[in-house]
């Protein structure tokens, strides 16, 4: 006697529960790459702040280094306090503090001179930005090379010198350098100004 052969399919609510775990996984997906995909954004983002940072605190730790001693030049080492109203931040202030480290310049056509390095933070376009230039031994401007960028997205530049009997100071003009310089220094993702990172470097000071 022959049997038919019956072929047994899939059912209504089988296929429902099919379709709702396939949404559940592709849910999970696209949640895990999103947080995968932010993850590697904010590293990149720290990785780039951190280069910035570092390098500005490079360059200061070589005009330190070639700091030239007063009593060559006549001239100490400056620093002014300052602060002015953090745009990104309403009702906070920002740190822009100012450094003159006398080191010895270049004229234009190459030539060796006794100048001074400033660093201070300038605006450009709406951004915070750390410069340095070359001036006069006092700071005074100089018709040399326009102010360098050192970094971008400078949210806090902050510098205080350690005197004789042991404390920081805010400003220094004294005809002795400090002891040592400690630079504090905050680079912001100017798009995200909430992604900062800080650093903070302390360099012994010795006059050539």
């Known amino acids: 006697m022959m049997h038919a052969r019956t072929t047994q399919g899939f059912t209504l609510v ?95 056509a190459g030539a060796e001179m006794l100048a001074a390095a400033k660093y201070a933070v300038q605006a450009a376009g709406g951004a915070r930005v750390l410069t340095r230039t070359q001036t006069g031994l006092y700071g005074e401007t100089q018709e040399t090379a326009p102010p360098a960028t050192v970094a971008e997205g400078v949210a806090q530049f902050n510098v205080q010198f350690l005197g004789p009997d042991g404390q920081w100071l805010d400003a220094w003009e004294t005809a002795a350098p400090p002891a040592a310089v400690r630079v504090s220094l905050v680079v912001a993702n100017p798009d995200r100004p909430e992604r900062q990172v800080a650093r903070e470097t302390v360099f012994a000071v010795r006059a050539n």
Not at 45 to 66: G, P, S, V
Request: net charge negative; aromatic share 4%.
């Open 14 to 108: 089988e296929l429902i529960l099919v379709i709702a775990i396939l949404g559940i996984l592709t849910t999970m997906g696209v949640v895990m790459f999103g947080r995968i995909n932010n993850a590697w954004t904010l590293t990149r983002n720290r990785t780039e702040l951190d280069a910035k940072a570092e390098y500005a605190l490079d360059q200061i730790r070589q005009d330190l280094t070639d700091l030239v001693s007063p009593a060559l030049t006549g001239a100490p080492l400056q620093g002014a306090d300052a602060a002015v109203p953090d745009a990104a931040f309403p009702g906070a202030n920002a740190a822009s503090d100012t450094l003159i480290i006398p080191i010895r310049g270049e004229t234009p």
